[in-house]
């Protein structure tokens, strides 16, 4: 409830502020400003525990926060019910513009891998749950945090976490190839 008290809150100062400075319609009006970025920035390192410096994309943390707390559900992919892959494919279509694969084995198979001392915002963390094979995806954040549709919903969890850390595999980073590959796909369509 805190959450959502603050979210409005900071949207009502940023609204009234437009409101405030805003006399001429403005061509610019649908991009944020410096002043709002920071605000933005400073507002999802608080929420999300991640360095006010580690913040850099404001958009991929946007989107997590606005799935926070959706069930999960195997093999959905909407806010009523969704698992970690379809999260992660949502993910990376709505803040990278990049279609990726649909489960955690064949989304491994489109990146490089990344030691966990290597990971950056955007990079992709995978897991070996109970199994041999992968089983589990989440999207790097920084300061070891990463955002995933777990048993328990969409959250935030640490890496250093002991269930997390004993069960992590490899760290990845989207291949350039599959990147050129779907931004060409894109451009087509």
């Not at 913040?55 to 997590?64: E, H, P």
């Not at 709505?94 to 491994?108: A, G, H, M």
Request: hydrophobic letters at 40%; a positive charge; proline letters at 3%.
């Amino acid at each position: 409830m805190k959450k959502y008290v603050l979210a409005i809150a900071l949207m009502l100062s940023i609204l009234g502020s437009q409101a405030q400075t805003k006399s001429v319609p403005n061509a610019t009006a649908d991009k944020p400003t410096d002043e709002e970025q920071s605000l933005a920035k400073d507002y999802f390192s608080q929420v999300m525990g991640v360095a006010l410096s580690a913040t850099s994309n404001v958009k991929l943390f946007q989107f997590v926060y606005d799935w926070v707390g959706t069930p999960y559900r195997f093999g959905g992919n909407s806010k009523k019910g969704i698992d970690c892959s379809a999260f992660t494919k949502q993910l990376y279509t709505n803040v990278f513009n990049l279609t990726i694969k649909r489960n955690s084995r064949d989304i491994f198979s489109m990146v490089s891998p990344v030691g966990k001392d290597d990971l950056k915002e955007g990079d992709l963390v995978f897991f070996k749950i109970h199994s041999r094979s992968i089983s589990h995806v989440g999207i790097y954040l920084g300061a070891g945090r990463f955002a995933h549709a777990s048993m328990k919903g969409v959250a935030i969890s640490n890496l250093d976490d002991p269930y997390y850390n004993r069960y992590f595999y490899k760290g990845g980073r989207l291949l350039d190839v599959f990147k050129e590959q779907l931004e060409k796909s894109s451009d087509v369509q």
